[in-house]
T-cell receptor, first 113, second 117 residues
Framework: ETGVTQSPTHLIKTRGQQVTLRCSSQ?????VSWYQQALGQGPQFIFQ???????GRGNFPPRFSGLQFPNYSSELNVNALELDDSALYLC????????????FGPGTRLTVT | AQTVTQSQPEMSVQEAETVTLSCTYD???????LFWYKQPPSRQMILVIR??????QNATENRFSVNFQKAAKSFSLKISDSQLGDTAMYFC??????????????FGKGTLLTVNP
């Protein structure tokens, strides 16, 4: 059974640029959630995708967008990067909406300069 | 608003001893799940233990157990026989169960636990 994987591991971008982060869900999982973890903080919910459709969004601006593909992998896109977007971005997968246990990937560390 | 408070930013314990991490939460919902996640320095978040709010019996997983006090909205984690590998950031989190809603985890700010040899 393959766990949740994320790429890239680290990324450095300049303010104003755009970035795409990728997540492969655990085998058999069809729900992906994205979280932002600022330094010294707990993760904050960005949005969730279930069977290729957005299923809820946290308090993040529209420049944070996502996609889920037929194989249930997912992308997080952030446009017009700001310094405060520097964080660890975590992806978590689960099977269905009624399964409350989410399995996390190792994260992507994004630094905006 | 749904919130999770972990009042201990850092804790330390000697190897083989017992330590308790505190967590309080606030929700107006009656149906939810509570979790403790561990995030070692390698970053990958690992589920340690979970508790269904409708269950009165406290959950136990090997050396890890919880003290769930629903009326007080308290959910502490006890680690017995602490091991060096328990050194990590520990996050308390919950999910509310609302039909037709998304199941997002709400996290606390975490407690950094250091196990000393």
């Amino acid at each position: 059974e393959t766990g949740v994987t994320q790429s890239p591991t680290h990324l450095i971008k300049t303010r104003g640029q755009q970035v795409t982060l990728r997540c492969s869900s655990q085998s058999g999982h069809n729900t992906v959630s994205w979280y932002q973890q600022a330094l010294g903080q707990g993760p904050q919910f960005i949005f969730q995708y279930y069977r290729e459709e957005e299923n809820g969004r946290g308090n993040f601006p529209p420049r944070f967008s996502g996609l889920q593909f037929p194989n249930y992998s997912s992308e997080l896109n952030v446009n017009a990067l700001e310094l405060d977007d520097s964080a660890l971005y975590l992806c978590a997968s689960s099977f269905g909406l009624a399964n409350y246990e989410q399995y996390f990937g190792p994260g992507t560390r994004l630094t905006v300069t | 608003a749904q919130t999770v408070t972990q009042s201990q930013p850092e804790m330390s314990v000697q190897e083989a001893e017992t330590v308790t991490l505190s967590c309080t939460y606030d929700t107006s919902e009656n149906n939810y799940y509570l979790f403790w996640y561990k995030q070692p320095p390698s970053r990958q978040m690992i589920l340690v233990i979970r508790q269904e709010a409708y269950k009165q019996q406290n959950a136990t997983e090997n050396r890890f157990s919880v003290n769930f006090q629903k009326a007080a909205k308290s959910f502490s984690l006890k680690i017995s026989d602490s091991q060096l590998g328990d050194t990590a950031m520990y996050f308390c989190a919950f999910i509310t169960i609302l039909l037709g809603s998304n199941y997002k985890l709400t996290f606390g700010k975490g407690t950094l636990l250091t196990v000393n040899p």
